[in-house]
């Protein structure tokens, strides 16, 4: 079965400008969650929506926003792109509980210039 | 609060070697304990996960994982490394938030290098 699929793959992007990456689970997975991955932070969690209802959110300022649809594919976005904002986004889906575990996509490299 | 730590950034091992990562975990409760790898560029990939039952957990690609918990770790074993192993390795736990919803807190990472 098709896995996570993550697009773009990179961007470019300026300071001050906004951005939206799209996130499509696997097929049957509900959860949808993101992490931003840099150098000097590591891994960390921004926020998990099910059911297109975001249950719960990462200490990240308001710029970072996201939504999911009815088809459970999701979006983030992050207003006002700072120099700090470049990373790999990850996005994960699992079941309805983690015991499954979470299936990453290949994510989306942001850059901002 | 939940942490999880991995105390080698950097390990080298020979091809043929065994390989072993330490990973420590702070959770309050019986703890869901995952191992990621993620090759360069690339997105995580799921390597094993433990919920409980059986402390030895086998894995993917030739991996297992030991629960202890007088010793809060979870150690991830491979007993002959091969050259494709080379990758940056995640330990995770994995935990309920008070929404409901789930996150996975990361360990900062462990470096593999295999030298053939």
């Known amino acids: 079965k098709a896995g996570v699929t993550q697009t773009p793959r990179y961007l470019i992007k300026t300071r001050g400008q906004q951005v939206t990456l799209s996130c499509s689970p696997i097929s049957g997975h509900r959860s949808v969650s993101w992490y931003q991955q840099t150098p000097g932070q590591g891994l960390q969690f921004l926020f998990e929506y099910f059911s297109e209802t975001q249950r719960n959110k990462g200490n990240f300022p308001g710029r970072f926003s996201g939504r999911q649809f009815s088809n459970s594919r999701s979006e983030m976005n992050v207003s006002t792109l700072e120099l700090g904002d470049s990373a790999l986004y990850l996005c994960?889906?699992?079941?309805?509980?983690?015991?499954?575990?979470?299936?990453f996509g290949s994510g989306t490299r942001l850059t901002v210039v | 609060a939940q942490s999880v730590t991995q105390p080698d950034i950097h390990i080298t091992v020979s091809e043929g070697a065994s390989l072993e990562l330490r990973c420590n975990y702070s959770y309050g409760a019986t703890p869901y304990l995952f191992w990621y790898v993620q090759s360069p560029g690339q997105g995580l990939q799921l390597l094993l996960k433990?919920?409980?039952?059986?402390?030895l957990v086998q894995g993917i690609k030739g991996f297992e994982a030991e629960f202890k918990r007088s010793q809060s770790s979870f150690n991830l074993r491979k007993p002959s490394v091969h050259w494709s192993d080379a990758a940056e390795y995640f330990c995770a736990v994995g935990h309920i938030l008070t929404g409901g919803g789930n996150k996975l807190t990361f360990g900062t990472g462990t470096q593999l290098k295999v030298e053939l």
């Open positions: 433990y919920f409980s039952g059986d402390t």
């Open positions: 994960a889906s699992s079941l309805v509980s983690q015991s499954g575990g979470y299936t």
